[in-house]
C-alpha cells in the first residue's frame, strides 16, 4: 500500500534511540511495517551500525548510492567470505554457489549458465510464455474469489522452471517445493520445514532426483536447459555435492520466487493506486515502463549481504575488515534523493530502470531480462482479456527479511 517518509511521533520507527532500531527483524516484512524504520535510518543514519540483533552485528547500507558503491566492489565486499544473507552460515547451512562466489571461480561458473538468458534464447522462449499464460488466465474463475498467487503466479513460474531444467513437466510442482523450503525460514509456523534437519533432508532428496538428470544429462550429447549445460562445462561437471545442491537452489529460486513475487506485487500496487491501473487500461503500451515500475515498487529480494575484505569507509564511518554489511535493496528503491516520489507507484516514470532490485556488478542477476519478459507478457495478455482484477482481501506474507514473499492474495474477476 502508498507508504509515506513523514515521521510519525506515535511511531517506535522515530521514537526509539537509533542504536536500538534492528531492520533485520522479519516480522516487520510480514506485517508490511517496514517503510519509516528504513525512512529513518535514510535520514538519521544511512550507514548504521546494530551491535545485537538474532542475526548477530551488521552495518545497515539504506541508501541507493551507498548500495550501489558496495555492490559493484567485489574485491571490497566479499560474497564469498559470509554468504550473501544476513544470517551467518554454519558447516551444515554453508551451500556454495557462484553468487556466493568471487572471481575467478564466480567467473567461470555464472558464464555457464548465461546463454540460458541471453536475448536470442529468450525471442525463442516468448511464444512459449505466452501460450501458457493465455492458458493460465482463460482458466481463471469470473465473478468468484480466488488465490492469486496459487492460480497464477505459482502456475506461471513453475511451468516457467520446469522448460529451464527440462525437468519432467508432471513433477514440476517439486521445483516449486524446493524452492519454498531453500527460503523458508522455520521459525514462521507456515513455513514448510521446521528446522535445519528438515531442511538439509529435504534438499538432500532434491540433489538425489535433480543429480539422476545432471548425470543423464553428461551421458547425452550437450542440450540447451540449465541441468545439461552445468553438466557439460568444465566448470560444474565435478562439482562437489554441497556445491551442486548450492547451484540448485540458486537457480530454483532465483527463477521462481522473484518472479512469482513480482507477478504478486505488481497486481496489488494497481490495486492500491487505482489511478495508475487506469492509465494503463487506457494506454496498454505502457506494460513497458510498468514492469521496470513493478520491479523497483516490490523489491523481491530485500536484501543482500557482504563481508568487508579490509577496512574502508561508507558515509563517514569506518567498517572493519571481517564485518557484515548488509544492502537493504528495498530501501534504496525508496531513496527520495535519487528517485522522484518513491513511496508512490508510477508506471510511466521517464527513468523506469533506476532501481536496484536486480543488484550490480559482478552479480547482478543472470535473469533479469526472463523476469522481466514474464512479466511484459503477463500483463500484455490481462490487459487483453480483464477490464479489471480486483484485490478482495489483505495478502498473507512470508515470514522473512531476504525475500519479500507474498504466500496468498485473495482477487476476483468481475463477472
Known amino acids: 500500500m502508498p507508504a509515506t517518509a513523514a515521521p510519525d511521533p506515535a511511531s517506535p520507527a522515530w521514537t526509539l534511540p537509533l542504536d536500538r532500531l534492528d531492520i533485520s527483524e522479519p516480522s516487520l516484512f510480514q506485517t508490511d511495517t517496514w517503510h519509516p524504520y528504513f525512512a529513518r535510518l535514510r535520514r538519521d543514519d544511512p550507514v548504521h551500525y546494530t551491535a545485537e540483533s538474532q542475526f548477530g ?3 545497515s547500507l539504506t541508501k541507493y548510492q551507498d548500495i550501489l558503491h558496495c555492490d559493484v566492489n567485489h574485491g571490497l565486499f566479499s560474497s564469498e567470505i559470509g554468504g550473501i544473507v544476513i544470517r551467518d552460515q554454519t558447516e551444515e547451512t554453508t551451500r556454495p554457489s557462484f553468487i556466493t562466489m568471487d572471481p575467478p571461480k564466480h567467473d567461470a561458473q555464472r558464464k555457464v549458465v548465461g546463454p540460458i538468458v541471453a536475448p536470442g534464447n529468450l525471442a525463442n522462449m516468448e511464444a512459449l510464455i505466452r501460450e501458457r499464460t ?7 474463475p469470473r465473478g468468484e474469489t480466488f488465490d492469486w498467487v496459487e492460480q497464477v503466479s505459482v502456475k506461471l513460474t513453475t511451468m516457467m522452471l520446469a522448460t529451464l531444467f527440462d525437468f519432467p513437466f508432471e513433477e514440476r510442482s517439486k521445483l516449486t517445493y524446493w524452492s519454498d523450503v531453500a527460503i523458508a525460514n522455520p521459525a514462521d509456523p507456515e513455513a514448510p520445514v521446521k528446522d535445519e534437519a528438515e531442511r538439509t533432508a529435504v534438499l538432500q532428496e532434491m540433489a538425489r532426483e535433480m543429480g539422476a538428470l545432471f548425470h543423464r544429462r553428461r551421458a547425452q550429447p550437450p542440450r540447451f536447459d ?4 552445468l553438466a557439460h562445462a568444465d566448470a560444474t561437471r565435478e562439482m562437489p555435492p554441497m556445491e551442486f545442491i548450492g547451484n540448485l537452489m540458486l537457480l530454483i529460486v532465483g527463477g521462481n520466487d522473484t518472479t512469482r513475487n513480482s507477478m504478486t506485487g ?3 500496487a494497481l490495486n492500491a493506486f487505482s489511478d495508475q491501473y487506469r492509465k494503463l487500461r487506457e494506454n496498454p503500451a505502457l506494460v513497458e515502463t510498468l514492469v521496470p515500475e513493478i520491479i523497483r515498487y516490490v523489491t523481491p529480494v530485500i536484501h543482500m549481504r557482504r563481508t568487508a575484505t579490509r577496512d574502508s569507509e561508507i558515509g563517514g564511518k ?7 554489511v548488509i544492502m537493504w535493496y528495498i530501501s534504496g528503491n525508496r531513496d527520495e534523493t535519487v528517485i522522484d516520489r518513491p513511496d508512490d507507484f508510477i508506471i510511466d516514470r521517464a527513468r523506469p530502470r533506476q532501481h536496484l532490485s536486480f543488484g550490480f556488478g559482478i552479480h547482478r542477476c543472470v535473469g533479469n531480462r526472463l523476469a522481466e519478459l514474464q512479466l511484459r507478457v503477463l500483463w500484455e495478455e490481462i490487459l487483453a482479456r480483464f477490464p479489471m482484477i480486483e484485490v478482495v482481501g489483505e495478502a498473507q506474507r512470508v515470514y522473512s527479511c531476504f525475500i519479500h514473499g507474498i504466500r496468498s492474495l485473495p482477487v476476483r474477476i468481475p463477472g
Open 57 to 59: 552485528p551488521f552495518w
Open 134 to 140: 493465455r492458458m493460465v488466465l482463460d482458466a481463471l
Open 226 to 229: 540449465l541441468l545439461s549445460m
Open 266 to 268: 505488481g497486481l496489488m
Open 318 to 324: 569506518t567498517i572493519r575488515a571481517g564485518e557484515k
